[in-house]
C-alpha cells in the first residue's frame, strides 16, 4: 500500500488545491500566474497571518467544493478574482469588527453591526500604507502614477486621460507598462 | 480659496485601486505574462519555473518571511565573525 506524504499533505493545501483545478480544466497555467499576481495584490492591507496562499486556496476551495457556483457566462478566472475580491472585503470586514470589539469590549454586539461608515484608524493607516506602497512600485513612471492616482479617485478612463493629458496612444501604453510591472511583482517568489 | 478635503477614507481609494489593477491583470495577455516573465530571468516552459512556487511547488519559506528583516542572534554571531575577520585582514590590502 502506498504511503500518504504526510508533508504533502500537511503543508500543501494550495498545491493540492492549484493542481486539482489545473487537472479539472478550470484554468491554465497562465490563468494560474494571473491568479497568484491577482492573490498578491488583494492581500496587500490584509494582517500579517494571511497570505496571497490563503486567499486563492480559499477562492480555490470555494468552485472546488461548490459552495461557489460559476455563472455560465462568466470566464473561471474572472470568476476565482471576484472570490477573491470577497474574501479581501470579509477579511477587511473582520479586521474591523475586531478592532471595535476590542475598544469596546463588546465582541457579540460588535460583530451583529452592520459594517461602519467611519473605518477603524488602524484600517485606514494600513490602507494607506499599502497606497504608498502600490505608487512606489511605480515611482520611476509619473505617467502610471498619475493614471493610478485617478483610479483612487475613482475616474473613468477618459476622465484620468483629460486630467492627466494623455492621447489614448499614451494612455494604453503607459497601462501596459503597468501590468508588466504588475506581473513581475506578482511572479516573484518573496512573501509579502 | 483652500482646496476642498478629501473625505474619501483610504480604504475606499486602496479598493478602488485594487480592483482596477485587478482588472488589469485579467487583460493582461500570455504574452505579457511571459515577457514579464522573461524580465525576471524565468522561463515558463522549464519544469519547475519559480514563478510556479506555491502553486504547483511548495513555496519555500526564509526566515524573512516570518521575521521580517530582524537580525536574529545567527546574524549577529556571523555579523560579529566577518567584523573580526575584516578587523583582522582588511578588504582591498594585498
Keep these: 500500500m502506498a504511503r500518504p506524504n504526510w508533508q504533502l499533505q500537511l503543508f500543501a493545501p494550495l498545491e493540492r488545491a492549484s493542481q486539482t483545478a489545473l487537472a479539472q480544466g478550470l484554468v491554465s497555467e497562465m490563468d494560474l500566474l494571473r491568479l497568484k ?17 490563503d486567499l486563492l486556496q480559499e477562492a480555490f476551495m470555494r468552485v472546488l467544493t461548490g459552495a461557489r457556483l460559476q455563472p455560465p457566462q462568466v470566464p473561471p478566472v474572472a470568476f476565482l478574482a471576484g472570490i477573491l475580491r470577497s474574501l479581501r472585503s470579509e477579511h477587511w470586514r473582520r479586521a474591523r469588527h475586531g478592532a471595535a470589539a476590542g475598544e469596546s469590549g463588546r465582541r457579540i ?84 | 480659496m483652500r482646496p476642498p478635503v478629501n473625505r474619501e477614507w483610504p480604504e475606499t481609494r486602496l479598493a ?45 519559506r526564509r526566515r524573512a518571511d516570518f521575521f521580517g528583516d530582524r537580525p536574529g542572534p545567527g546574524d549577529s554571531l556571523g555579523q560579529l565573525a566577518r567584523d573580526a575577520l575584516e578587523a583582522k585582514e582588511p578588504r582591498g590590502k594585498d
Excluded at chain 1, 491577482?38 to 497571518?49: D, N, T
Aim: aromatic share 4%; with cysteine; glycine share 6%.
Design chain 1, 37 to 53: 499576481t491577482i492573490a498578491r495584490l488583494h492581500a496587500r492591507g490584509l494582517p500579517p497571518a494571511v497570505g496571497w496562499e
Design chain 2, 16 to 60: 478602488r485601486v485594487v480592483q482596477a489593477l485587478e482588472g488589469e491583470i485579467l487583460e493582461a495577455t500570455d504574452e505579457e505574462i511571459l515577457d514579464a516573465a522573461r524580465d525576471l530571468g524565468m522561463d515558463l516552459s522549464m519544469r519547475g519555473s519559480a514563478a510556479f512556487l506555491g502553486l504547483k511547488y511548495p513555496l519555500i
Design chain 1, 109 to 192: 454586539e460588535a460583530a451583529r453591526e452592520p459594517a461602519a461608515s467611519a473605518p477603524d484608524p488602524e484600517c485606514s493607516l494600513m490602507a494607506a500604507e499599502q497606497l504608498v506602497a502600490i505608487e512606489r512600485l511605480f515611482a520611476q513612471d509619473p505617467v502610471v502614477l498619475e493614471i493610478i492616482a485617478g483610479l483612487a479617485e475613482g475616474l473613468s478612463a477618459e476622465q484620468i486621460r483629460n486630467c492627466a493629458g494623455l492621447s489614448k496612444t499614451e494612455y494604453d501604453s503607459a497601462r501596459r507598462r503597468m501590468r508588466r510591472c504588475l506581473l513581475r511583482e506578482g511572479l516573484t517568489c518573496a512573501h509579502q
